[in-house]
């Protein structure tokens, strides 16, 4: 039997995100990735987060579950631990993983378990109204920081780099080409594979939408970036105002 990307997909019901919400390049990104693969969806396992993200799984037709906020990598890692054989995914955002969620993003990475972690980041808690969210920029302006953010952001790929992470990747919801080969390749990947994904929320986040990072990315696979050196992967993820590199920022195989 082969799969097409709509045997991935859900249909009683459309996405509610709002309309150009960066979600929609990874809801399209990994349908496509899932069948090109020809991954059976009876063999996927999505856990959500909460967030305007985190509620892709209702939307995929493959096994899902929504967990609590900040605990679908745990949820992710019982699954896993629970029957090997499934590929098993999480989708959560930038304020689930990287605020709440962080002490697992961390000791997931130690343990490096087979999942795939998808974090979308927008900068902000998109379902409750635009605060600013770990990742958001110093001096943004938004419901909780109404005179701008004191404090710089959060790095994660250079957290996830100097933890251990053998997978680190950074993709552009304004090119989904490139996004569905990165899940491709963090799916087959053999241990924790992560990708942190540029994810404009056009309702919260208008200063960082897609004229702002479509002038920036730059994509290190077109590049001469050796992906097996940590230093240079450290080097490209504090890389983050001029240009923003996008691709495979590590790998190293086990
Ligand atoms: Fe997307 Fe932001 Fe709308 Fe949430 S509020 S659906 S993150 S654009």
Same mark, same amino acid.
């Given at each position: 039997?082969?799969?097409?990307?709509?045997?991935?997909?859900?249909?009683?019901?459309?996405?509610?995100?709002?309309?150009?919400?960066?979600?929609?390049?990874?809801?399209?990104a990994?349908?496509?990735?899932?069948?090109?693969?020809?991954?059976d969806?009876?063999?996927?396992?999505?856990?959500?987060?909460?967030?305007?993200?985190?509620?892709?799984?209702?939307?995929?037709?493959t096994?899902?579950?929504?967990?609590?906020h900040?605990?679908?990598?745990?949820?992710?890692?019982?699954?896993?631990?629970?029957?090997?054989?499934?590929?098993?995914?999480?989708?959560?955002?930038?304020?689930?993983?990287?605020?709440?969620?962080?002490?697992?993003?961390?000791?997931?990475?130690?343990?490096?378990?087979?999942?795939?972690?998808?974090?979308?980041?927008?900068?902000?808690?998109?379902?409750?109204?635009?605060?600013?969210?770990?990742?958001?920029?110093?001096?943004?302006?938004?419901?909780?920081?109404?005179?701008?953010?004191?404090?710089?952001?959060?790095?994660?790929?250079?957290?996830?780099?100097?933890?251990?992470?053998?997978?680190?990747?950074? *993709? &552009?919801?304004g090119?989904? #080409?490139?996004?569905? %080969? !990165?899940? $491709?390749? +963090?799916?087959n990947?053999?241990?924790?594979?992560?990708i942190?994904?540029?994810?404009?929320?056009?309702?919260?986040?208008?200063?960082? *939408? &897609?004229?702002?990072?479509? #002038?920036?990315?730059? %994509? !290190?696979? $077109?590049? +001469?970036?050796?992906?097996?050196?940590?230093?240079?992967?450290?080097?490209?993820?504090?890389?983050?105002?001029?240009?923003?590199?996008? *691709?495979?920022?590590?790998?190293?195989?086990?």
């Amino acid at each position: 039997m082969s799969w097409l990307p709509n045997d991935y997909f859900r249909d009683q019901r459309k996405p509610n995100w709002c309309p150009g919400c960066g979600n929609y390049a990874t809801l399209v990104a990994l349908r496509q990735a899932l069948c090109d693969l020809q991954i059976d969806p009876a063999s996927v396992v999505i856990v959500g987060g909460i967030g305007c993200g985190a509620n892709l799984p209702y939307w995929m037709d493959t096994y899902s579950l929504i967990a609590l906020h900040g605990r679908a990598i745990p949820t992710a890692m019982g699954v896993k631990l629970a029957n090997p054989k499934l590929h098993v995914i999480v989708v959560a955002g930038d304020g689930d993983t990287y605020g709440i969620g962080l002490g697992h993003f961390i000791h997931a990475i130690r343990n490096d378990v087979n999942i795939t972690l998808l974090v979308g980041n927008n900068g902000v808690y998109g379902l409750t109204k635009g605060q600013a969210s770990p990742t958001a920029k110093k001096g943004q302006m938004t419901p909780s920081t109404p005179r701008g953010l004191l404090y710089d952001p959060l790095n994660p790929l250079a957290l996830a780099i100097t933890t251990g992470c053998r997978f680190v990747a950074r *993709g &552009y919801a304004g090119d989904a #080409d490139q996004l569905a %080969d !990165l899940m $491709k390749q +963090a799916i087959n990947f053999d241990g924790l594979a992560y990708i942190d994904i540029l994810q404009p929320c056009v309702k919260y986040n208008k200063n960082f *939408g &897609y004229p702002y990072y479509q #002038d920036r990315v730059v %994509d !290190l696979q $077109k590049t +001469a970036h050796p992906v097996q050196n940590r230093m240079m992967a450290l080097d490209a993820a504090l890389r983050v105002e001029e240009k923003i590199p996008t *691709g495979i920022l590590f790998l190293e195989p086990k």
